[in-house]
């Protein structure tokens, strides 16, 4: 959420870092709730204190014998003043809230204007590879290696589904254990946290209320209240973890990574480049997450990259990474590195991870504050990054390492989770 004082003090600067998004906000509108925020609180107050000097006057004129029923009548006027007024000032700040709320965060200064078309890629790793004979497609391979059954997932599921099966199952498997390892080892907090949310983890995370219909709301035993949601990705619960609390300087920066299900409305177009496990309703993901001090924040923004991009060089996958422009950057964030591995059979990148940093933007949400050394309170930034989204993966790695004969090479990190150097 963006500081209200940020407005009031700069609203040009706002509306244009929201311009470079693409984004036209009515901060006019915003102000004149702010004012009328403002102007409810004074005229409250103002009432409050007269009715505090008109009940001073009770004792007073009873020890004079002089009658107070006019004063009695003067206070209940007043208190049902003041009454209208709270009920006016909750309105009008339930209305600025939801206002605010809807604003998506400033894009860092350095981060361009522009969509998709103007990401800048920063860095490209290895090589492509070449083949000396027809390629398969990711469909084709896992078909005929029996890792993947599309046709009984879509079964089970419907569309945008699949079902691992045998070693494909065994690879999906190593994978995740191959990301876990190497976050342990990197000193990151394991999380495994609920996959049924309350509404208040995708307000705080940013995903609420503009985007509520891209996720999949449960119906539970305590009805329409609950407001229960599957989370989207593990973000939307570790950046919730200390919601409502005050870190202490000295605990930052809170490293954290977290295996989950993603559960996604959008599943793609069913178009060629969107085929079997591209795009889908459920897919499986570890995500890391910082909460840091926003002195921290900057180099750790560095090290998620980092880490992200060393766990694709791991597997020896062709990549490149690119800076996002700020209208490709997701609502809640301020910056955004996108890791995008080389699909052969496509001919192009696919994004593998997303490496971000929201500042304070959903602190201010989810009210997660750190008391600094001289006692000052302020918003912690929360970072987060995929650390990997293996439905991406998995395509790229049979892709990029099949063999003439069928076969799929299995990338060394893996054998000791797989049991196996070629999958045949």
């Known amino acids: 959420m963006i500081d209200i004082n940020l407005i009031r003090n700069d609203k040009d600067g706002v509306k244009n870092a929201l311009g470079k998004r693409g984004y036209t906000a009515d901060l006019d509108g915003i102000l004149a709730l702010d004012a009328m925020r403002r102007e409810i609180i004074g005229k409250t107050e103002a009432l409050k204190a ?17 009658p107070v029923e006019h004063i009695f009548a003067k206070m209940r006027e007043l208190g049902d003043e003041i009454a209208a007024n709270d009920a006016a000032l909750k309105t009008t700040e339930e209305k600025l809230r939801n206002e605010l709320l809807c604003l998506p965060n400033l894009p860092d200064p350095d981060v361009v204007a522009g969509e998709k078309e103007s990401n800048a890629v920063i860095k ?56 876990i390892k190497t976050h342990l080892k990197d000193g990151y907090t394991f999380i495994l946290p609920p996959h ?26 305590e009805g329409g209240a609950a407001r229960r949601f599957m989370l989207p ?44 496990m591209i795009r889908g309703h459920q897919f499986d993901k570890v995500e890391m997450v910082q909460v840091t001090s926003p002195e921290q924040s900057k180099a750790a923004f560095e090290e998620l990259v980092g880490k992200a991009c060393a766990l694709v060089e791991g ?56 008391r600094a050394a001289d006692g000052k309170i ?13 439905s991406r993966i998995m395509p790229a790695i049979v892709e990029q390492y099949q063999n003439k004969d069928g076969s799929v090479t299995v990338p060394e990190v893996l054998r000791e989770f797989v049991g196996t150097d070629v999958l045949r």
């Open 315 to 370: 597997l020896g996958l062709h990549y490149r990474l690119s800076k996002l422009a700020a209208g490709d950057c997701s609502a809640s964030m301020a910056r955004t590195y996108d890791i995008e591995v080389w699909i052969p059979s496509m001919g192009i990148y696919k994004e593998v991870s997303s490496v971000s940093n929201a500042n304070d933007y959903q602190a201010r949400r989810n009210m997660t504050r750190y």
């Open 378 to 390: 302020g918003y912690v930034h929360t970072l987060n990054g995929s650390g990997l989204a293996t």
């Open 233 to 276: 990705t593990a973000e939307t619960a570790l950046v919730n973890i200390y919601r409502g609390e005050i870190l202490q300087e000295s605990e930052l920066p809170k490293k954290l990574f977290a295996y989950t299900p993603c559960y996604r409305k959008e599943a793609g177009s069913y178009r060629a480049e969107e085929r079997g």
């Open 196 to 221: 049924m949310l309350n509404y208040e983890c995708g307000l705080g995370a940013g995903q609420f209320p503009k985007f509520e219909d891209d996720v999949y709301r449960v119906e539970t035993a």
């Open 50 to 66: 007269e009715k505090n000097k008109v009940s001073a006057e009770i004792p007073k004129l009873k020890k004079a014998g002089e």
């Open 124 to 179: 490209v790793w290895g090589k492509q590879p070449s083949f000396d004979f027809p390629i398969k497609n990711h469909v084709e391979l896992c078909e005929s290696l029996h890792l993947i059954d599309y046709e009984r997932g879509v079964k089970l599921a419907g569309n945008g589904s699949w079902l691992y099966t045998g070693r494909g199952a065994v690879m999906e498997w190593a994978l995740l254990n191959y990301f």
